[in-house]
């Protein structure tokens, strides 16, 4: 908070906690006990809280009247009127109060010149107080405040802020009323203006703010832009909390260079199932002159008896609309121009999964997707019968595609397996027996097989293989500390026989990447349509060093090396060089913390058999305090066009850093070393106060669906401005600095809990 002349703090008082909060006793186990907070202690059925009044002199007319003068007070329960002058009419059980005039109603305080109140039913009235309330901490003043019932109260021209600084608070809430119902957490303007650094920002007829964390329907926190492309862009979300399980909420926003567009978000959950709907539209996007939308659905049903249903549907306008239109804090650096539109039904009892759905894609390019329409696909598994595991997978689908010349027909897969696992204390093997079925029927062959093919043929491929490994333990001491170091070393064998599959059309089929998990899967290729022939060894040797106090894992080095015995023959494409489906290689990586707040990780595979690196990534955090992250990413991966291997050369810098008191910066940086151009950029900053925050970012990206030779880039400010107590949701701007920052920790907003005696008089 910055201080100004004149700013003087309100009074708060937290409550206390833990040891601290428990009652001393003053006279062994049964004597008295000395709280040292109020707490609330409810009154048993059929008993009546009892009246105390207090004053410098009383004057009573028995069962009739009481008049207090001098530092008066009256007290029932949680509820106190104090004043100079008091007079208490016990048959009406009123109370006038005149002078220096404190009511405490349910926790919230309020003062003023006089008073009149009737302390059972808590209905009353007080002439130009001032005010707070306990649920927020929220304060005013008003010409005059009604007390209805014990959860409402109506404030007639008043002034609502959660500030602090009661001389000057950043923001304030000015009506002509507001409805304070504490009873359904809602506060209420009407004919409000809101100020903030006494500027007006925003005046409505009606106005809805919460009076705790809880979810109320209201104004979310409006983002703001201005970018080379949409222009000055402003979005103005607005919040329906329908129910405790479903809600619902409508953005207007505003963009300068293209027009008025609307976004509606619904979201629901029930017992039994679960589902958001997401629509945005722009009825006439002045730059492309067309309409455009994006629908995005999805359902989920648990039927019962194992049975479920679910529904993914996603449909846009054209293939840019989602770099284009998306939110103005979002940060368009990766794209997809698939859109998944599928439904299905799924069983799940025991060794059995069963899954029969309709797929089907959205494309906007000459894409090698297939369409599922249908698929059927039936998952049996059992472990340990007799020492042994077996299933089997059967699958049959019918694929479909709009590109022109491809090949489309339908295909049955039964892939049953066997294995019998042995597993000891230190060490395990496993040999298994795998059997790989798939029989075609096309209706139709393109260009992407052999020519004079047959429409109908199958494909039987057998395969066998050995895992085994190790696991070896001693104790250790490094640099004066203890550790555990582990030495786990891994040995797995596959064969299978070359099978002939060129003629078999890829519906489903990639290459499986080269990495530590692929180095032990029997096939290299990701899908039934190939199944690659292999007479190969995988050997892989991990150490760790544990913590032997904590079990804090402090450091692992993996050192793994594939070898083919017999160069593998089965390629992806007919036109694909064998070089391409070699394993010989070697993957070396290390992970490790080299003391609080500081870890890094490198990982490196270079392929024997074409003697080139492949990948490398090398990176570290570094985290020394709150809200102080460094973060540092190379990644490199060569260019591979029978895998669809873009080349990546990228160097990735992003932190968080405070600069002054509540003031804290933000920063990423991804540059393309081979392009020599920055990818994607952002710089921004974020103020938090005592009741508001404000975060700004400048953001440079790249529009990945527009070419991937020469995509274009984008440039925009952004801004999101919070005021907490009256609306605190983060409406996308935080979002971004977490995705964008690993390790990126917010500002606290929480705050402790809130007693009805917190301003206890």
Known sequence: ??????????????????????????DGVWGLRLAPQLSEQPVRAGDKPATAAIADSVTTTTDTDVSLKGHAQLRRYASIVKGDTLHYDVG?????????????????????????????????YISVPKYRFHLTG???????????????????????????????????????????????????????????????????????FPLSGAPRSGILPPTFSIGSTNGVDVALPYYFNLAPNYDLTLTPRIMSNRGAMLTADYRYLRPNDSGTISVAWLPHDALTKTDRYSIALKQNWNLGSGFGAY????????????????????????????????????YSNGPWSVLAREQRWQAFSSDSTYNREPQVNVHYARYNVGGFDFGAEADATRFTISTADMTQGSRFVFNPYVAYPIERPGWFITPKLAWHFAAYDLTSIGTDVPSGEPKSFSVNVPTFSLDSGMRFERSVRLFGQSYIQTLEPRLFYVYTPYRNQSYAPLFDTATADFGLAELFMPNSFVGNDRVSDANRATAALTTRFIDAASGDERARFVLAQQYDFTAPHVTLGTSDSLATVARTGVIVGASYKLGPGFSAEQAVEYSQANHYLTHAEAGFGWAPGVRQVLNVAYRYTRANSTLDYQPV??????????????VVSVARVNYDMRAHRLIAGLLGLQYDADCWSLGLAFEKYTNATSSTTSPSTGARVMMQLQLKGFSQVDNGLLNQFRANVPGYTPVATGSDPVSRFSDYP
């Open 138 to 208: 929220g304060w005013g003043s008003a010409q005059r405040v009604d007390v209805v019932d014990n959860e409402r109260t109506v404030v007639h021209r008043g002034t609502y802020s959660t500030c602090q600084c009661e001389s000057a608070p950043a923001w304030y809430l000015k009506a002509s009323e507001f409805d304070i119902d504490n009873g359904n957490d809602e506060g209420v303007a009407y004919n409000g203006v809101l100020f903030f650094q006494g500027v007006p920002l925003l005046a409505s007829r009606w106005l809805s």
């Open 311 to 346: 529904v993914n549907y996603n449909r846009v306008s054209d293939s840019t609309v989602v770099t284009d239109l998306a939110s103005g804090v979002a940060f368009p650096t990766g794209s997809t121009t698939l859109y998944q539109q599928e439904a299905g039904l799924t």
């Open 649 to 662: 050369n990228q160097f990735i810098v992003s932190g968080q850093w405070p600069l002054m008191r509540n």
């Open 92 to 124: 009406s059980d009123k109370v006038d109060a005149y002078g220096h005039v404190q009511l405490v109603d349910n926790g919230n305080v309020f003062a003023g010149p006089d008073a009149h109140f009737y302390v059972e039913a808590n209905e009353g």
């Open 1 to 26: 908070m910055l201080w100004t002349s004149g700013c003087v703090p309100l009074a708060g008082h937290a409550q206390l906690s833990g040891a601290s909060a428990i009652a001393e006793s003053l």
